[in-house]
């Protein structure tokens, strides 16, 4: 059975910086584009930052753009998300998911299950 180990999460503050890990387990990343993803307390979930399965296409969300990066380790069947300049609004719990490609995945089109998300707070 796979399961998405989302971790990393916690509380910063404003200006601060956290790194998300994400190793799902009965899975291999490989062939494979992943992407983070957010759920904020009474909003839908909504897609973050996406990377293709050779690393070669990228996309963020905008209102993260400049902020944040995307990047795995094959070798290690991780993927990971560094975030900057935190705000606020960034509180929410972060997922990751992988798919065929980042527009499918930006889609929604691809998920058959989701982990346990690693909560983010960011306070002023």
């Given at each position: 059975q796979v399961q998405l180990l989302e971790s990393g999460g916690g509380v910063a503050r404003t200006g601060g910086s956290l790194r998300l890990s994400c190793r799902p387990?009965?899975?291999s990343i490989k062939n494979?584009?992943?992407?983070?993803f957010r759920q904020a307390p009474g909003k839908a979930r909504e897609f973050v930052a996406g990377i293709s399965h050779d690393a070669y296409y990228y996309?963020?969300?905008?209102s993260m753009k400049g902020r944040i990066s995307i990047y795995r380790y094959d070798a290690l069947n991780?993927?990971?998300?560094?975030?900057?300049?935190l705000k606020?609004?960034?509180t929410?719990?972060?997922?990751?998911?992988?798919?065929?490609?980042?527009l499918t995945m930006k889609q929604f089109a691809d998920f058959a299950s989701w982990g346990q998300?690693?909560?983010?707070t960011v306070f002023s």
């Amino acid at each position: 059975q796979v399961q998405l180990l989302e971790s990393g999460g916690g509380v910063a503050r404003t200006g601060g910086s956290l790194r998300l890990s994400c190793r799902p387990s009965g899975r291999s990343i490989k062939n494979s584009a992943m992407g983070w993803f957010r759920q904020a307390p009474g909003k839908a979930r909504e897609f973050v930052a996406g990377i293709s399965h050779d690393a070669y296409y990228y996309d963020y969300a905008e209102s993260m753009k400049g902020r944040i990066s995307i990047y795995r380790y094959d070798a290690l069947n991780t993927v990971y998300l560094q975030m900057d300049d935190l705000k606020p609004e960034d509180t929410a719990v972060y997922y990751c998911n992988g798919g065929k490609t980042i527009l499918t995945m930006k889609q929604f089109a691809d998920f058959a299950s989701w982990g346990q998300g690693t909560q983010v707070t960011v306070f002023s």
